[in-house]
């Protein structure tokens, strides 16, 4: 019936795409996301081949410079700190995005996010021969700080350039691409090709590449056309950008649609993100942009990646074959966000969100008694297995796009760079601490390492079910409303109180009357 529904919806989409988009519209969602998102996902899947290698050049510079031989606790600190900083660049990027997207525009901003990318690459490829591993550290600090910002920009840019019945589908063009780069970098990573101990700084470095890609084919599409119109105030360039977008006549439509967000940000200059905490107007919408943030990386998915090692040599898989299977960990996200991206317009956003987050919640279970049975029964293995390839296909259904979604259609104009740059600290500030309390996880709680995860997620189809509104389709002031009867829900019991009292105090007063 998925399936079915699948190809259903394929046929829409294209239909859709060829009645009100264009081949400007496709080709500007591949050159934005091919140096955006992407490399969110391959600067994380490059990191596990090198690792080795890194690991003997710290413990070579220490030895070379001080004549200091680390520990094997030393140089795994060292490791950790270089792995896990990427998270700290990222929750950086995340924190300036905002303030860039105001000023420069979204397609601009992206565009300079490349400095830092090809900085970063620059130190990374140089830092062996410089005999450098702090090079390598801000390296990966600079890769961080691209990542965040494409993070938070790139859905905001998509959504404002997608019409309202594709919105959902392009904006999750970003998580399909982070997939991508999850598997492009697993891939790049194979020791025949990058992941050898010669190659491991060019490696690295790949990440320019895509960068550059991008540099080359962004600037000749559109800037989007509510920030031409709302922010600058230009509506020629905002209808030549719709027109451009579309690959037809504009819509008298939508073109309102956007003077009307117009005219209800008129004189309000763009909101800063503590402003949005004191905002009563926007209460639910930042409490669940915080929370399927935070959630999106709390449920444990990329911490499976690194489990997945392990749990392969317990099946009996050789260490020379586990990189090639890992690579389908990687294929199996990337498979489960295209099959969201096909069916997020048909099912809704809650649909998905909430049903990822219940099958993900299911497979922790099972991971755990399959854990627990691993040493017992033969084959429980293969069923732990199994599981690391489910629970990632479950957060690839939903959780994995549908998140970055959401702060483009509950947010107005004026809030949403600020609601970005609050998801995106969330989001960076849990993957840090993810990536750094999952080893004593492990080591605590043994077998019962993912029960913390399981609940995270049960608890977030939880929240999603009973508050999150369904957007598909609707307007940025029906969702608005709908959002208002939970910011004002105490207000308007308040005064509908009051009303009663009212109502019966008239009663009285008329049966005294008469």
């Known amino acids: 019936m998925l399936l079915l529904d699948c190809i259903l919806n394929t046929k829409q989409y294209i239909k859709k795409l060829k009645c009100s988009g264009s081949l400007t519209l496709v080709l500007m969602v591949a050159s934005a996301a091919f140096g955006g998102t992407l490399q969110y996902g391959y600067n994380l899947a490059i990191m596990n081949a090198p690792t080795t290698f890194i690991q003997t050049f710290v413990n070579e510079t220490f030895l070379e410079r001080w004549n200091i031989q680390l520990e094997d606790y030393q140089v795994t600190l060292v490791w950790t700190i270089i792995v896990s900083i990427f998270s700290l660049g990222g929750f950086a990027g995340a ?20 400095i830092f990318l090809m900085t970063g690459a620059l130190l990374a490829v140089t830092s062996r021969a410089a005999k450098s591993f702090e090079m390598i550290l801000i390296a990966r600090v600079l890769v961080g700080i691209n990542a965040g910002i494409s993070m938070n920009v790139q859905p905001m840019y998509f959504g404002e350039c997608a019409p309202k019945h594709l919105r959902g589908a392009i904006s999750l063009s970003s998580a399909v691409f982070t997939a991508f780069g999850v598997v492009l970098g697993q891939v790049v990573g194979l020791r025949e090709i990058l992941g050898s101990e010669p190659c491991w700084q060019y490696l690295l470095a790949s990440n320019a590449i895509p960068g550059l890609v991008q540099l080359l084919t962004l600037p000749w599409f559109p800037e989007s056309p509510r920030y031409l119109l709302i922010d600058r105030g230009d509506k020629e360039a905002c209808i030549n950008a719709l027109r451009r977008l579309r690959g037809c006549e504009v819509q008298s439509s939508e073109l309102d649609e956007i003077l009307q967000e117009q005219t209800e940000t008129k004189g309000m200059r763009a909101r800063q993100p503590w402003e949005l905490f004191t905002d009563r107007s926007v209460r639910w919408q930042l409490i669940s942009v915080m929370i399927i943030s935070s959630a999106m990386q709390l449920c444990g998915n990329d911490s499976i990646y690194f489990y997945a090692s392990y749990i392969f040599k317990e099946a009996g898989v050789s260490d020379d074959k586990i ?34 987050y219940i099958l993900m919640t299911v497979w922790a279970v099972v991971f755990t008694i399959a854990l627990l049975l691993e040493h017992n029964i033969s084959w429980m293995p293969y069923i732990s297995m199994t599981c690391i390839f489910t629970y990632i296909l479950s957060f690839g259904l939903g959780p994995a796009g549908v998140t970055c979604i959401l702060p483009t259609e509950i947010f107005n104009q004026t809030a949403r760079p600020a609601a970005y740059t609050i998801a995106g600290s969330m989001m960076w500030l849990n993957l840090f601490i993810i990536g750094m309390i999952f080893p004593f996880l492990v ?36 969702i608005t409303s709908e959002f208002n009867k939970l910011n004002f829900k105490s207000q308007d019991e308040k005064c509908a109180s009051q009303a009663k009292k009212q109502y019966q105090l008239g009663e009285v007063s008329l049966s005294t009357a008469l």
């Open 95 to 114: 924190l300036i995005a905002g303030p860039m997207t105001i000023r420069f525009g979204r397609k601009k901003c992206l565009l300079l996010n490349n």
């Open 323 to 356: 990189q090639y299977i890992t690579i389908g960990t990687g294929t199996c996200e990337f498979a489960a966000c295209i099959l969201c991206n096909l069916l997020v317009e048909r099912k809704g956003r809650r649909f998905m969100l909430m049903g990822g």
């Open 443 to 478: 080591s605590e709680l043994s077998e019962y390492c993912f029960v913390p995860f399981g609940v995270v997620c049960l608890l977030s189809a939880l929240f999603v079910g009973l508050v999150l509104p369904e957007t598909k389709g609707k307007s940025l002031s029906a």
